[in-house]
């Protein structure tokens, strides 16, 4: 008899440095709040563990206890998904830090095209760059050193052996600059800690 054993999955969030910051909002708080909302969303996840990845130390000081972190010399996709690799899992999302307002149901979506290709990328709604990128382990051997701010959805079709090793998913918005804060919706549910930290601001 064959049992089919079910992938061991991780779900990380990269925690960059903001590109931007709103006017009259602390960067260490905006910073934090971005993450805590992420980190939300990734613990209603049921497909997969939650991780958070960042270069400094400091930034990996969110979380609850026993959450995975992932100390890394760079926050290129090649060194994330080799780190990851090392705790034994099958398959990975790599997932911008600054989408507060993500639907958990994206994260799915992403990694529901691992059973037939070795990649599925969600570009980000303000480009340039990546929402997240879904890849089984190890990784392609042709994945470039670059950031998710660097890639898209395109660039990797070019690089990989088959346009179609890379599956198409659905994008979201980033926070990268003051057109995205329209992008916002103020009656979906969740994002509370970036909310919070808008609305303190606007007070000041």
Same mark, same amino acid.
């Given at each position: 008899? !064959? !049992? ?25 708080? +905006? ?12 613990? #209603? ?13 400091? $930034?990996?000081?969110?979380? +609850?206890? *026993?959450? @995975? ?27 911008? #830090? ?5 639907? *958990? ?7 529901? /095209?691992? $059973? ?19 890849? @089984?382990?190890?990784?392609?051997? +042709?994945? /470039? ?5 660097? !890639? ?11 346009? $179609?090793?890379?599956?198409?998913? /659905? #994008?979201?918005?980033?926070?990268? *600059? ?11 549910? *969740? ?14």
């Amino acid at each position: 008899m !064959i !049992i089919d054993v079910a992938p061991r999955r991780v779900v990380v969030a990269v925690l960059a440095p903001p590109v931007w910051v709103p006017p009259s909002i602390d960067p260490s708080r +905006w910073r934090l709040a971005l993450a805590e909302d992420v980190l939300d969303v990734l613990a #209603g996840i049921v497909e997969a563990e939650p991780a958070i990845a960042a270069v400094d130390a400091a $930034t990996l000081d969110v979380g +609850w206890p *026993g959450l @995975r972190r992932y100390s890394v010399p760079s926050l290129d996709i090649v060194s994330l998904y080799a780190a990851v690799a090392t705790d034994g899992f099958d398959q990975a999302v790599l997932l911008a #830090g600054d989408a507060p307002d993500l639907p *958990g149901m994206l994260i799915a979506k992403l990694l529901r /095209p691992l $059973t037939t290709r070795p990649l599925a990328a969600a570009p980000a709604h303000s480009p340039p760059g990546l929402l997240g990128l879904a890849s @089984r382990l190890p990784m392609p051997s +042709w994945l /470039p050193a670059a950031g998710l701010d660097q !890639i898209t959805p395109q660039s990797l079709r070019r690089l990989a052996p088959e346009a $179609t090793d890379v599956a198409p998913a /659905p #994008g979201w918005h980033r926070l990268r *600059g003051p057109d995205d804060l329209a992008r916002l919706d103020p009656g979906l549910e *969740g994002w509370d800690a970036t909310r919070a930290v808008l609305h303190h601001g606007a007070e000041l």
